[in-house]
């Protein structure tokens, strides 16, 4: 199994992009998440839905992106408001299926199923 982003491109500075990741076949995951990676820096994470619904974001995110899922279409989303240049970076899907991201959603090695990206690029 593994996700697959969508979604991406480029915007001006104050604009809006939905990103989309769909995973194929039967996922039961503990968290899903969002993270980032600009270049020459390292991958940092952005959002996090958990299982039971709750969500958490990154504080640089906080109040402008929106992180959700449609269970049915077995599907997680994105929405990305009031973009900045500094959002630019390949974005990442990500699947935990371990309990310990409930403690910790923004480590890295935590997740163990990762989309191939897609980029975001914000002028302005």
């Known amino acids: 199994v593994q996700p697959v982003e969508s979604g991406g491109g480029s915007v001006q500075a104050g604009g809006s992009l939905r990103l989309s990741c769909a995973a194929s076949?039967?996922?039961?995951?503990?968290?899903m998440g969002w993270f980032r990676q600009a270049p020459g820096k390292e991958r940092e994470w952005v959002a996090t839905?958990?299982?039971?619904?709750?969500?958490t974001y990154a504080d640089s995110v906080k109040g402008r992106f929106t992180i959700s899922e449609d269970n049915a279409k077995n599907t997680l989303y994105l929405q990305m408001n009031s973009l900045k240049p500094e959002d630019t970076a390949m974005y990442y899907c990500?699947?935990?299926?371990?309990?310990?991201?409930?403690?910790?959603?923004?480590?890295?090695?935590?997740?163990?199923?990762w989309g191939k990206g897609t980029q975001v690029t914000v002028s302005s």
């Open positions: 076949g039967y996922t039961y995951s503990n968290c």
């Open positions: 990500a699947a935990s299926s371990g309990g310990s991201c409930y403690t910790s959603p923004w480590w890295v090695a935590l997740y163990n199923y």
């Open positions: 839905i958990f299982s039971s619904g709750p969500t």
